[in-house]
């Protein structure tokens, strides 16, 4: 089946207060966002790819990759979550799947897609790439202290790619918005419609750019895994 990558960049990247949305700016000789679509671009195993912006957006014609002929381009939503409905009605092919990944995670490896495109066999329902939570974890209590330990063997930081069929995704993502469930990532919808995606370990470098102190350590691991 046909493997689509669905890019949500409709953000504003507000938490960044910087003057550009948080996926222009600049990183390794290019920007943020520019990073991410040429990993995805550059994956022999990938066909399409769908890029959602903001309506506003006055950034993305200028990239090179706008040009790309694997590459579309959709108008977002208010939400993440939003976005990726928008894309993802744009593909009428039903037997596709699809990988949604974050524009603000520029360092993701091809070795990482090719491990999640590969778990599709033990997770034919779909899985996502995640890194098992290293430091001991507490639950806080409202006054500010310390709750509990929680045990920390059973918990993974989510990250993106998410990996799962369209046909699938489309309807649990629709429907979780209407039911009122916060979406924060496609497996929660997914969880909620009844499926348990699977966890593909994952590089705990694929972090997501969302504060200004994010960007060098992105510099640094793109730097690091291109040497
Ligand atoms: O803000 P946050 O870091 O959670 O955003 C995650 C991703 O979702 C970013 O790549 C951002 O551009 C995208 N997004 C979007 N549409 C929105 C909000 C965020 O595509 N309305």
């Known amino acids: 089946p046909k493997v689509i990558a669905v890019v949500p960049a409709a953000g504003i990247g507000s938490r960044m207060k910087a003057e550009c949305p948080k996926q222009y700016l600049p990183l390794a000789d290019s920007c943020i966002l520019a990073v991410t679509l040429d990993v995805l671009l550059s994956h022999p195993a990938i066909d399409e790819v769908f890029v959602a912006l903001n309506a506003d957006d006055q950034?993305?014609?200028?990239?090179?990759?706008?040009q790309h002929p694997k590459l579309h381009q959709v108008i977002g939503g208010a939400e993440r979550v939003d976005s990726v409905i928008a894309a993802l009605k744009q593909i009428d092919d039903a037997v596709?799947?699809?990988?949604?990944?974050?524009?603000?995670?520029?360092?993701l490896t091809h070795a990482d897609i090719d491990k999640l495109l590969a778990s599709r066999e033990q997770?034919?329902?779909?899985?996502?790439?995640?890194?098992?939570?290293?430091?001991?974890?507490?639950?806080?209590?409202?006054?500010?202290?310390?709750?509990?330990?929680v045990p920390r063997d059973a918990l993974w930081h989510a990250l993106t790619p998410q990996f799962f069929p369209t046909a699938?995704?489309?309807?649990?993502?629709?429907q979780a918005v209407q039911a009122g469930v916060n979406v924060t990532d496609e497996a929660s919808a997914m969880e909620w419609a009844g499926v348990a995606p699977g966890l593909v370990s994952g590089r705990a470098d694929n972090i997501k750019v969302t504060h200004p102190d994010d960007l060098p350590l992105a510099a640094l691991y793109l730097a690091h895994h291109r040497s």
Not at 59 to 66: G, I, K, N, R, Y
Not at 96 to 107: E, G, I, K, N, T
Not at 133 to 149: E, N, Q
Not at 168 to 174: I, K, N, R, Y
């Open 59 to 66: 950034f993305f014609a200028q990239l090179p990759q706008a």
């Open 96 to 107: 596709s799947w699809a990988l949604v990944h974050d524009a603000a995670r520029p360092c």
């Open 123 to 149: 997770y034919p329902q779909g899985a996502i790439l995640a890194a098992p939570v290293r430091d001991t974890m507490k639950r806080a209590r409202k006054d500010g202290c310390i709750d509990t330990t």
């Open 168 to 174: 699938t995704l489309l309807p649990a993502l629709e």
